[in-house]
């Protein structure tokens, strides 16, 4: 069974610090998504990355994926309140159609 | 372009009683997937459908069963609603729903059993 494991699950931040999102997992997925989902809605996708190493921004995200393709991370710089969200990694693994959802980071900035 | 679309957007039943949710996927999109998300659970993958074909399916009972249309139109069902089946039903499309798997979710409809 394949599993993703996200951490912290919750973090609370004020406005302008930095913070890092881990998405871990023993298995090996060919491209891994972010996505970001706000109360009554879902998911909107942020990023996908597909090469081991892969680091891709997104104004002041900075995604990286894993050399080995088994994890990941979102690193925020200088966060805003308009940050604040429910983060989730997604791993797609060869062509099922199917993606593993980690367990999500709730993420808080203060003003 | 549209997005994906999902009909009803919150829906109360009591257990027992059956349920029909509807999601339109982005227009060219073939492939429509179903998820449950819940707190304790997270988003968990109920199934795939790639031109009317379920091609995928998740670890959930066979009270939930799904179909697909010609237009790529999906429905899943849910009968003999039971407490725990309380959760948002997302309703995701992607254009092949394979190689990279990019998929593009809907708002959800919020079921509430009672």
């Known amino acids: 069974t394949q599993l993703l494991e996200q951490s912290p699950q919750f973090l609370s931040i004020q406005e302008g610090e930095n913070l890092t999102v881990y998405c871990n997992s023993s298995s090996v997925f060919s491209s891994l998504q972010w996505y970001r989902q706000e109360p009554g809605e879902g998911p909107v996708l942020l990023v996908t990355?597909?090469?081991?190493?892969e680091v891709k921004k997104l104004k002041r995200l900075t995604f990286q994926f894993g050399d080995a393709r088994k994890d990941s991370s979102l690193h925020i710089t200088a966060a805003q309140p308009g940050d604040t969200g429910l983060y989730l990694c997604?791993?797609?693994?060869?062509?099922?159609?199917?993606?593993?959802f980690g367990q999500g980071t709730t993420l808080q900035v203060k003003p | 372009k549209a997005g994906v679309t999902q009909t009803p957007r919150y829906l109360i039943k009591t257990r027992g009683q059956q349920v029909t949710l509807s999601c339109s996927p982005i227009?060219?999109?073939?492939?429509v997937s179903w998820y449950q998300q819940t707190p304790g659970q997270g988003l968990q993958f109920l199934f795939e459908?790639?031109?009317?074909?379920?091609?995928n399916k998740g670890n959930f009972p066979g009270r939930f069963s799904g179909r697909q249309f010609s237009n790529s139109r999906s429905e899943m069902n849910v009968s003999t609603l039971e407490l725990g089946d309380s959760a948002l039903y997302l309703c995701?499309?992607?254009?092949?729903?394979?190689?990279?798997?990019?998929?593009?979710f809907g708002p959800g409809t919020r079921l509430t059993v009672l």
């Open positions: 990355v597909v090469t081991g190493g």
């Open positions: 459908y790639f031109s009317e074909t379920q091609r």
């Open positions: 997604a791993g797609a693994s060869g062509n099922t159609g199917k993606l593993i």
């Open positions: 995701a499309s992607s254009v092949t729903g394979t190689g990279l798997n990019e998929q593009f």
């Open positions: 227009s060219g999109h073939r492939s």
